[in-house]
């Protein structure tokens, strides 16, 4: 079993920047992506940003030029830096791993808000 804890999320003003963190622990065997979903209030949950193993990044056309993704593999962590937050960036956003054995785990959550 994987668990995934999210943290850095918070309150900040528009145009400001904030570093979500994603660490899994447990039985962690060979991850393949990363990534970060967002869901805001009356809305489907989004694909923001992903990795794969090797590094290769993707991103949602609204964050393209603010926000990057990175991952630190022998922490099994994920981040993502978020630059110049726009206040239609206001969330929960879900981290996730997906493994080897094509099992995706989530994290729990953790509320974004930018006001402006």
């Known amino acids: 079993q994987v668990q995934l804890v999210e943290s850095g999320g918070g309150l900040v003003q528009a145009g400001g920047s904030l570093r979500l963190s994603c660490a899994a622990s447990?039985?962690?065997?060979?991850?393949?992506?990363m990534g970060w979903y967002r869901q805001a209030p009356g809305n489907q949950r989004e694909l923001v940003a992903t990795i794969t193993s090797g590094g290769y990044t993707d991103y949602e056309d609204s964050v393209k030029g603010r926000f990057t993704i990175s991952r630190d593999n022998a922490k099994n962590t994920v981040y993502l830096q978020m630059n110049s937050l726009k206040p239609e960036d206001t969330a929960v956003y879900y981290c996730?791993?997906?493994?080897?054995?094509?099992?995706?785990?989530w994290g729990q959550g953790t509320q974004v808000t930018v006001s402006s």
């Open positions: 996730y791993v997906d493994t080897a054995f094509n099992v995706r785990y």
């Open positions: 447990g039985t962690v065997f060979s991850i393949n992506d």
